[in-house]
């Protein structure tokens, strides 16, 4: 690969529906040209076996996606960015749709809840994924046309299964999500709101049928997944093009990331990333993506590049100075990174975007890096420890930046809310769209050494209970938790997670104690802090 194939390589260590009328129609995008720059759909991916859809919900299209039913995956989807002020929208909901259509033309266009559809789940199992297929907590529920890109309705219209591929929970929740966060805010500033178009494709390429692009082992199928049917894929990628009557407002580029853990991601240029899908799909006819590819060398497009790789780098290196609460103490942490980061032994010239950043492919690796600088500075003991937790085989990401959108005692923020004072003393955020909500800690969680319990501050003066977001994915019986759902207190004295989509539960082992016979002879864990309730377990 060429170096200018490889412009650019960023590490990163490492959604659930309205209950309303969705729509959804198969066989043409007639109408729903408005989302394809020039009105021209991207060129090369289509088979005999891909279909074509114009999601429609409540009688207007949003955007446009060609679904692959062998793969159960879209091969990508084209839309384009929403209003960037939308406010009171949900960022998860409790169920997605599937589309009958696909089973059978003649269905209804209507997108329905498994539970309300006509058809057997046989019939849903056919040609699309379906709720159970994302039951596997190894990965998560990905949007191709980001929900954070659209507000209401086009929002709405997104949470369906032909919209979603699944992604590695690291490469989701932390690649692609600082991705999309900071190219929607680019976007809204150097082109929507000085009258440009965002014309934007996101796809997934499907992996190899033979081989799991995440273990890397062979296998009948193509992940280590229950139903063994819905291809993981071994890229996503997203195409972007500013359309505007000035010519020199006029910009595009690409991005396109592996879909693991230790990720690479590729800026490039549209026609780059054409030749590259081209080899990736093992496509026939040539892949065309935009019906051109202007502004790919415009000054716009590059300062617009410039940003957007400055935003990201900063991120990379909040990833080593903040998110560690539950590894190792924060303070200590953040005052060797402090002091390590001056040191006099530390080479500032490889602490450059490119050169620093091509080295490593992992964030264990980025601080193998930094750990001889370290000993020499006698500040090796908490940068080897978080190595060592980056390294584990814990499949909840170590490095989980939607740290401010979670509550103190796990629930997930909603309605648009993070974690904030929002008028009140205290830090809290909505829990559900029936305005519940709860408290936010506002420092790390950690043991009250007189109360035995997790504590943390609320940002009043006082303190509320608290779980360590993500620190177990497994129930007492060894069952997995919901990957969006890891082991927490969720407002109960005991911790639990949710283990499916039917709000099936279980118990978790308290982040104090752990599964073993603990002087007796069966197998038994608290679940309670301090050292109360117990269960029986399984190791």
């Known amino acids: ?3 200018r194939t490889m412009d650019w390589l960023m590490l990163l260590g490492c959604v659930s529906l309205w209950a309303g009328l ?4 198969v066989g043409s995008f007639s109408g729903c040209t408005e989302y394809f720059y020039q009105g021209a759909e991207p060129r090369g991916f289509a088979t005999a076996n891909t279909a074509e859809i114009c999601q429609r919900y409540n009688n207007r299209y949003h955007f446009a996606t060609l679904y692959d039913r062998p793969n159960r995956i879209p091969r990508w989807s084209a839309y384009t960015l929403g209003n960037a002020a939308c406010s009171g929208q949900p960022r998860k909901r409790s169920q997605w749709f599937v589309e009958p259509q696909l089973a059978h033309p003649d269905e209804s266009p209507e997108m329905t809840t498994e539970a309300d559809s006509t058809l057997t789940l046989d019939e ?14 190894s990965y998560d529920r990905g949007h191709l046309n980001p929900n954070t890109f659209q507000c209401n309705d086009s929002r709405m219209a997104t949470f369906t299964l032909t919209n979603a591929a699944p992604m ?10 600082k991705l999309e966060k900071t190219l929607k805010t680019q976007l809204t500033m150097r082109c929507r709101s000085v009258g440009g178009t965002p014309y934007l494709v996101t796809g997934a390429v499907p992996s190899d049928r033979e081989k799991s692009p995440i273990e890397g082992e062979d296998k009948k199928g193509d992940r280590n997944r229950p139903y063994n049917r819905v291809s993981v894929p071994s890229h996503i990628w997203t ?5 505007h009557r000035d010519n020199n407002r006029k910009f595009s580029f690409a991005f396109i990331g592996e879909n ?5 991601l590729q800026i490039i240029p549209v026609e780059q990333l054409n030749a590259e899908l081209s080899r990736l799909y093992k496509t026939s006819a040539p892949v065309e993506v935009f019906a051109d590819d202007f502004g790919s060398e415009s000054q716009k497009g590059q300062e617009v590049l410039s940003a957007i790789k400055k935003a990201l780098y900063n ?5 080593l100075t903040d998110p560690y609460s539950q590894l190792v103490k924060r303070r200590k942490l953040d005052r060797a990174t402090t002091q390590g980061m001056t040191s006099k032994n530390l080479d500032q010239n490889n602490v450059q975007l490119t050169r620093f950043l091509m080295d490593i492919s992992s964030l264990a690796d980025g601080h193998s890096q930094f750990e001889k600088t370290y000993e020499q500075d006698d500040l090796a003991p908490a940068v080897a420890r978080v190595a060592r937790a980056s390294g584990t085989s814990d499949p909840v990401c170590p490095f989980d930046e939607l740290n401010f959108g979670v509550t103190s005692t796990g629930w997930s923020c909603v309605k648009e809310t993070s974690c904030a004072c929002q008028g009140y003393k205290y830090s809290w955020c909505y829990t559900s769209d029936k305005n519940d909500w709860d408290y936010c800690c506002t420092e790390e969680c950690t043991v009250n050494p007189e109360s035995k319990r997790y504590e943390c501050p609320r940002g009043d003066g006082s303190t509320t209970q608290c779980s360590p977001h993500g620190y177990s994915m497994q129930t007492i019986s060894g069952t997995a938790c919901q990957s969006d759902h890891p082991c927490g207190l969720y407002g109960k004295r005991y911790f639990w997670c949710y283990t499916d989509d039917k709000k099936k539960w279980d118990y978790c082992c308290s982040p104090q104690h752990y599964c ?9 864990c608290y679940i309670q802090d301090p050292e109360k309730s117990w269960q029986y377990c399984t190791p």
């Open 1 to 3: 690969m060429s170096h």
């Open 22 to 25: 969705t729509l959804a129609e």
């Open 124 to 137: 849903r199992r056919s040609s699309q994924a379906i709720n159970e297929d994302y039951e596997d907590p």
């Open 168 to 177: 590695d929970p690291c490469f989701n929740r932390i690649h692609w999500y």
């Open 239 to 243: 195409a972007v093009c500013c359309d």
């Open 260 to 264: 693991q853990e230790a990720s690479s």
């Open 315 to 319: 991120s990379f290196q909040n990833l």
């Open 516 to 524: 073993g016979n603990h002087g007796y002879g069966y197998q038994w």
